[in-house]
């Protein structure tokens, strides 16, 4: 039984592995000489003025949110396309639902301004 699963497990060694010998690899060979310059906070090539932690608008942060979640929603889409043929009426039925879904929920943020960029 366990024989089955070697691939498996020498896969997942090498996964933790690797990136561990090439972290150290980096370590060993790339120079390392910070200057004041070098420790600074970079922040687009500006030195910050005022206060740091400023208040933004919530709607850049729902903005985003929606576009992942109808970004990760769409991915169901895939799966369902390479299946059509084999699916039938209930598979149209079933993605004429989903999408409904997605198309009310796009409405209600689109109703609420929260697509508004400004």
């Known amino acids: 039984m366990l024989l089955n699963y070697t691939g498996v497990f020498i896969v997942l060694l090498w996964g933790?592995?690797?990136p561990i010998i090439l972290l150290w690899a980096q370590k060993l060979l790339s120079p390392n000489n910070p200057t004041p310059a070098k420790l600074l906070t970079y922040e687009c090539g500006l030195?910050?003025?005022?206060d740091t932690w400023i208040r933004f608008k919530l709607s850049y942060f729902m903005y985003a949110?929606?576009?992942v979640?109808?970004?990760v929603e769409t991915i169901f889409l895939y799966p369902w396309a390479m299946q059509f043929k084999n699916m039938g009426v209930f598979g149209i039925v079933e993605m004429v639902i989903f999408?409904?879904?997605l198309i009310?929920?796009?409405a209600y943020a689109w109703k609420e301004g929260a697509l508004e960029w400004m």
Not at 47 to 50: F, I, L, Y
């Open 99 to 101: 999408m409904a879904i």
């Open 104 to 106: 009310l929920g796009f």
């Open 16 to 18: 933790i592995i690797f």
């Open 69 to 71: 979640i109808f970004d």
């Open 65 to 67: 949110l929606i576009f």
């Open 47 to 50: 030195d910050t003025q005022g």
